[in-house]
């Protein structure tokens, strides 16, 4: 993306031409990848022949209801809630709605090309799924649907540490589909060089480290309810599949099954890590490294020096310290800071195709999603997330249609105000 000053070309809003591909080219991209704005006239097509509406909404806020209705209070709370009074989830989507599109006319925006590659990860759109936890408890088939709803559209999937299903049930779900493995970084080194040899074999390209969760966050709509799905064994797969995690057990889980939670509770991170401890999970993974819950501009540049590829700006949607910056409201500073240096990714707060569009105007390469798809798996496992997808991805292309932008290097800052 554009990050810096850019030109001040009428026709092409700063646009930076890519140079090495042609028209042509582009175009037969543009018509492998999509268009996605399609599904848009399917959606009346197929309500003009069998009398029915879709079957799941197809707006953020009546998805987002729907999935609360859907779920037990328990899983409503954990996925829904946010740390504390909720002040940083507001401000996640306070910061887009601020921000406004400037739309430009009579720019022949029939043919869009919407595809991407982030950190050598072929995409049809510049979006992924997040790493998100414990997804059995919207759906018996969690991450697996994840995973199948996310390669059936060639979208990369972020796979949790702390998921349903095993990472290698999880891959074999996705087959060829583009997947990152996302760490909580643990305690026990032999743990984590387990998890990391596990996920390399498993074929899981990019490490994705997450920073902003040492200790849970403050979340009083789970604390209210004494609700953690991990002290139920919900979420621990990937340890509990692990030899090096079974071998600090001193007797087998079936014999003492809490001794396992507890064990889990005292290796799951280490709060105590710094920056030159990065160093060991560079020793141990042959690929790109993302650092996710990045929020100021210092720590952006201490990534690029300290080697990393990338980062995710975000603050885990709200879910950890309340009273954080906005995570759109940081991303315009970071990008500037690091350049094209570092790859950067966004999440926190996307819910519609236009918030990908300004995420990427303001220096984003790509976004990650979080509770959207999580309420799609809610209302209906894997056609519900590809139901949540298809949404976000032709509003998304629309956005970009009627916006005046037919490539992605075309969004840059100034079509924002
Ligand atoms: C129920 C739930 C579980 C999550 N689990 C994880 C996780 O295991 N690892 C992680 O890095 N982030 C996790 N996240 C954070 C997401 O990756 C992402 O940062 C966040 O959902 C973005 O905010 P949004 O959903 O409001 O857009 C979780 C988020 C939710 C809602």
Known sequence: MVDGPVPDDPQSDGAQSDGAQSDEARAGEAQAAGPFAAFQDSIYLDGLLTGEPPAYPTGASALEEAARERLDPGPRGYVLGGAGGGATMRANREAFERRRIVPRML???????????????????????GPVGVQSIVHPEGELATARAAAGLGLPMVLSTASSYSLEEVAAAS???????????????????????RARAAGYTVLVVTLDTWYLGWRPTDLDRAYLPFLRHIGLANYLSDPAFLAGLSRPIA??????????????????KTWSDLAFLRDNWIGPI?????LHPDDA?????TGLNGIVVGNHGGRQLDGAIGALDALPEIATAVGDDLTVLFDSGVRTGTDILKALALGARAVLLGR??????????????????????????????????THLNDLNPKILT
Do not use: N
């Open 107 to 129: 720019r022949d925006v029939g043919t869009r090309d919407l595809s991407c590659s982030v950190l050598g990860t072929e995409s049809p759109a510049p979006v992924l799924l």
């Open 175 to 197: 087959g060829s589909g583009p997947r990152w493995f996302q760490l909580y970084w643990p305690r026990d080194d032999d743990v984590t060089i387990s998890l990391l040899a």
């Open 255 to 272: 014999e003492d099954p809490t001794a396992a939670i507890v064990h889990w509770a005292g290796m799951f991170s280490d709060p105590t």
């Open 290 to 294: 993302v650092l996710k819950g990045v």
């Open 301 to 305: 540049r201490k990534a690029r020096d």
């Open 372 to 405: 959207p798809y999580i309420y799609g798996l809610a209302l209906g496992g894997e056609p519900g997330i590809t139901h949540v997808l298809r949404c976000l991805l032709a509003e998304f292309d629309l956005s970009m249609a009627l916006s005046g932008h």
